[in-house]
């Protein structure tokens, strides 16, 4: 255990409620690991044998659909618990968990974190709060599917203005680099429904595309076009 874990987890919003002997016990069976982008944190059908919980940067989480595509079901940030419901239920993991950007997470081993459960009954709750809010967010994820696909795209940008969203002079700025690729699966369409849309709201607006991510201009053009 290292006084540098212990800080670590005091930041993230899941452990911030703990105490500090739950905190001493988790930092006690968890190491930090770093991905490059594009590297798998874990491989669907993999055995479940880690849980991760991510400390910066951020992570997709991708299935393979029948037809041979990937649908990203859920994009994770710092504080989020990675593979938590595999390792729960001890299946093998259901989907890929991927890199989009560097990323440092802590990775704990399933022994150790059942271990955990059983000693420290705060722990368990605040593990299986975060687990129902991601499932929430999965679901709500998975029927947005409905509808036109640009206000599916409109809704996409709009939750990630409200989570990664910094106001710059030029509008909202999303520090967060996603491909057209990624754009379509996160939005369940092609990538050249995809690649068609963002051109024209590159040229016309609500949002343009930067080096580092994108840019808001008009969010409330945005607002409107989510709601057809």
């Known amino acids: 255990m290292t006084d540098s874990t212990i800080d670590t987890l005091r930041r993230l919003p899941l452990f911030r409620r703990l105490s500090e002997g739950d905190r001493a016990s988790l930092a006690d069976v968890a190491e930090l690991v770093a991905f490059v982008r594009g590297q798998p944190i874990f491989t669907e ?3 479940s044998r880690d849980l991760f919980i991510l400390v910066s940067g951020r992570a997709k989480v991708v299935k393979a659909m029948p037809e041979g595509r990937d649908m990203i079901l859920e994009l994770f940030g710092p504080g989020d618990a990675v593979g938590a419901v595999a390792v729960y239920e001890e299946i093998p ?3 890929s968990a991927v890199a989009l950007e560097p990323i440092s997470c802590l990775r704990i081993a399933r ?3 059942f271990r955990l459960l ?3 009954p705060t722990l368990a709750r605040g593990i299986l709060t975060a687990l129902t809010h991601r499932l929430v967010a999965l679901t709500n994820r998975l029927v947005d ?3 036109r696909v640009e206000s599916r795209l409109a809704r996409l940008f709009l939750k ?3 989570d990664l969203g910094a ?3 030029e509008g909202l700025h999303i520090p967060l680099a996603l491909t057209r690729q990624e754009l379509a699966d996160l939005t369940g369409t092609t990538v050249e429904t995809s690649i068609r ?8 607006g609500p949002v343009q595309s930067t080096e580092g991510g994108f840019l808001i201009t008009d969010r409330r053009a945005l607002e409107t076009l989510s709601l057809g």
């Open 45 to 47: 059908g993999d055995p």
């Open 160 to 162: 990630l203005a409200g």
């Open 111 to 113: 022994t150790d974190f």
């Open 118 to 120: 059983e000693t420290r």
């Open 93 to 95: 993991y259901p989907a």
């Open 197 to 204: 849309i963002m051109s024209r709201w590159g040229r016309e």
């Open 145 to 147: 599917r409905n509808g």
């Open 167 to 169: 106001r710059t002079d």
